[in-house]
């Protein structure tokens, strides 16, 4: 009221370098350390499968930065101001990631108190009081005219376009840029639907089948044939009248290439799949 702002205000909260330290130590998260190992590589015959495997995948990779971690993984360790030396700082603006500002942020909105009485605590209780609309972190840099490929052009591109459907996706830079529970997600999500693909192959299988021998279904042929001329009762009393068998031929064999002898296969097939 006292600001006077006509329409939507808004406030852009920045958490500089000394609180990101703080609320990381009161956290209790783990961030790299400069202490490194070596992950073993597979060696004979295993690494020279890996390796064409990995050719052989290459198309259908999302292009973005190649992992350090593939050989080389930083241990992790809560974070601690006083033990700063022991975290590879070597890049202070990307050693707090942009979804670990954010969730640092909404920790401290979630805290802090209101001056006011009758709000109680926190940014939840502002928004349900009708204080503020809403409260969101802001993307992380422009995809559109950004000069360099940042993180969120390389998921506009790799990940969310139609075009890139048949590819991997950059499941590191999601996990990344929205936090582990949105990247856990969209990595289960890839796994249900790359199972799926067996199972529609089997299924387009079975369909074929009954496309094939649907001219050699006999309830079919039958009700097909008119010579036959079976007149059927009523289906209902007094409104419906006598009908020929000839008129759901069509229905018959469009049910055959659903329900044939190989759907039993393919039922089975899906209850263990």
Same mark, same amino acid.
């Given at each position: 009221?006292?600001?006077? *702002?006509?329409?939507?205000?808004? $406030?852009?909260?920045?958490?500089?370098?000394?609180?990101?330290?703080?609320?990381?130590?009161?956290?209790?998260?783990?961030?790299?350390?400069?202490?490194?190992?070596? *992950?073993?590589?597979?060696?004979?015959?295993?690494?020279?499968?890996?390796?064409? *495997?990995? =050719?052989?995948?290459?198309?259908?990779?999302?292009?973005?930065?190649?992992?350090?971690?593939?050989?080389?993984?930083?241990?992790?360790?809560?974070?601690?101001?006083? =033990?700063?030396?022991?975290?590879?700082?070597?890049?202070?603006?990307?050693?707090?990631?942009?979804?670990?500002?954010?969730?640092?942020?909404?920790?401290?909105?979630?805290?802090?108190?209101?001056?006011?009485? =009758?709000?109680?605590?926190?940014?939840?209780?502002?928004?349900?009081?009708?204080?503020?609309?809403?409260?969101?972190?802001?993307?992380?840099?422009?995809?559109?005219?950004?000069?360099?490929?940042?993180?969120?052009?390389?998921?506009?591109?790799?990940?969310?376009?139609?075009?890139?459907?048949?590819?991997?996706?950059?499941?590191?830079?999601?996990?990344?840029?929205?936090?582990?529970?949105?990247?856990?997600?969209?990595?289960?999500?890839?796994?249900?639907?790359?199972?799926?693909?067996?199972?529609?192959?089997?299924?387009?299988?079975?369909?074929?089948?009954?496309?094939?021998?649907?001219?050699?279904?006999?309830?079919?042929?039958?009700?097909?044939?008119?010579?036959?001329?079976?007149?059927?009762?009523?289906?209902?009393?007094?409104?419906?009248?006598?009908?020929?068998?000839?008129?759901?031929?069509?229905?018959?064999?469009?049910?055959?290439?659903?329900?044939?002898?190989?759907?039993?296969?393919?039922? $089975?097939?899906?209850?263990?799949?």
């Amino acid at each position: 009221e006292e600001t006077k *702002i006509h329409g939507v205000g808004f $406030v852009k909260i920045h958490a500089p370098w000394n609180v990101l330290c703080r609320e990381a130590e009161f956290m209790k998260l783990k961030m790299p350390t400069k202490k490194v190992y070596h *992950i073993k590589q597979a060696q004979g015959l295993m690494h020279k499968l890996n390796s064409v *495997i990995h =050719k052989i995948s290459e198309p259908i990779r999302p292009k973005v930065a190649a992992r350090q971690t593939h050989t080389v993984k930083h241990l992790s360790y809560p974070f601690s101001r006083e =033990k700063q030396h022991l975290f590879d700082m070597s890049d202070k603006d990307s050693f707090f990631d942009s979804k670990t500002r954010s969730s640092i942020v909404y920790e401290i909105l979630k805290r802090t108190t209101c001056t006011k009485a =009758k709000y109680s605590m926190g940014i939840t209780s502002l928004l349900a009081n009708g204080v503020y609309s809403a409260a969101y972190p802001l993307h992380d840099g422009d995809y559109e005219s950004a000069a360099e490929d940042n993180d969120r052009k390389l998921l506009c591109e790799e990940w969310a376009s139609y075009g890139v459907f048949y590819k991997y996706q950059p499941i590191d830079l999601v996990r990344k840029y929205f936090g582990e529970k949105i990247g856990l997600y969209f990595a289960w999500l890839g796994v249900y639907t790359q199972m799926l693909i067996p199972a529609s192959v089997v299924g387009i299988i079975v369909f074929l089948y009954g496309c094939a021998t649907v001219d050699e279904n006999i309830p079919s042929m039958e009700m097909c044939d008119n010579q036959y001329n079976i007149t059927m009762c009523p289906l209902c009393d007094k409104t419906c009248s006598y009908w020929k068998m000839s008129s759901a031929c069509g229905t018959a064999r469009a049910s055959h290439l659903f329900d044939n002898p190989a759907t039993v296969f393919f039922s $089975v097939f899906m209850a263990l799949w």
